[in-house]
């Protein structure tokens, strides 16, 4: 059995931990946070054995095998390496760190502690991504040429002070949600040889939408995200042969269509919970088997695509406080 630990205790750890105990094999053993009273409440509401009021404590557990960590991603660095250290195996929320200097610091933890680390990246998981990433290899739409991916939604009045556009919390809607159609032109196309990237800057400085073109050798890929409009949040891989199509919510799709030869085959594919299932089993699984990290999402994949971002964000100008 592996003892799960959950630090941070936010919107995403309650989504997370309702999926995790949706597992046969899933054990939530103990939860922490700077708050002794949320610790206990979140510990009460899921069944978990022990109620941590510090993170270093949790870290302390003898009892925790893993720990997943769910605070804002400008401190995913500070804990995983911590956590790490301390030699527990980490799955830590998406993005892994605000740059690809603090992933590879990251990964060199790791590393040097011989424990497991993944980006908890659960879009790369999802059956219809996995099975629409299947069907692109094959040749199911001939060879491919154009990809569009968005994830957008309106938030323009959201207060400066907040997450969102908060540049001191790596703010803006790159890091946020933007992670998410950079990684589908990743997972389906490679690193591209190009990539042009332009954004509107909110007052803070951080990006409120920002749009990217990767050109690779005979393809390009488009990406749009942002916090200003709404958007369709559905993904289109483009062939010579037909097209695919992933449905909204894409990067947690519960299905997707074929549309080839004039003719539209739908498959539908629901998920078992939200969709945080499949990451985490395969968590468990490389644990078992003793892998330090998972070859569906390696660190170099990792490492890629904050490269990525990093690259976009350098061309649209946007610097974190703690980066300067």
């Not at 597992?23 to 949320?38: F, I, P, T």
């Not at 099975?131 to 994830?151: S, T, Y």
């Not at 951080?206 to 916090?227: H, P, S, V």
């Amino acid at each position: 059995m592996i003892k799960w630990g959950i630090l941070g205790l936010g919107k995403i750890a309650n989504s997370f931990t309702k999926d995790l105990l949706l597992l046969e094999n899933g054990h939530l053993q103990a939860v922490a946070s700077r708050s002794a009273e949320k610790a206990q409440d979140f510990a009460q509401k899921y069944g978990a054995k022990t109620a941590h009021s510090t993170y270093e404590a949790l870290f302390a557990d003898s009892e925790v095998d893993i720990i997943y960590i769910a605070t804002p991603h400008d401190s995913h660095a500070e804990w995983s390496i911590a956590a790490m250290n301390a030699g527990k195996h980490v799955l830590c929320e998406k993005p892994l760190a605000i740059n690809k200097q603090q992933v590879q610091t990251m990964i060199n933890a790791a590393r040097k502690n011989k424990v497991f680390l993944m980006e908890a990246l659960w879009s790369r998981f999802n059956p219809s991504i996995r099975a629409v990433l299947d069907l692109v290899q094959q040749g199911e739409i001939g060879k491919l040429r154009h990809i569009e991916a968005n994830f957008c939604f309106s938030r323009p009045n959201a207060p400066a002070e907040t997450r969102l556009f908060n540049l001191d919390l790596a703010g803006g809607s790159l890091l946020d949600v933007g992670i998410y159609p950079t990684f589908l032109s990743y997972l389906i196309l490679g690193y591209p040889q190009q990539i042009l990237a332009t954004a509107n800057l909110h007052a803070t400085g951080a990006d409120l939408q920002t749009a990217a073109i990767f050109k690779y050798e005979d393809a390009i890929a488009q990406m749009m995200c942002g916090f200003a409009s709404n958007s369709d949040t559905v993904a289109k891989i483009n062939g010579e042969e037909g097209s695919i199509h992933i449905h909204s919510k894409w990067h947690e799709t519960q299905g997707y269509s074929i549309l080839k030869d004039g003719k539209e085959k739908i498959i539908s594919l629901p998920t078992n919970g939200k969709g945080f299932t499949y990451e985490i089993q395969e968590c468990i699984q490389c644990l078992q088997n003793g892998q330090l990290e998972s070859k569906l999402w390696t660190h170099q994949n990792s490492l890629d695509l904050m490269s990525m971002m990093d690259d976009i964000r350098a061309q649209i100008g946007v610097i974190y406080p703690s980066e300067a």
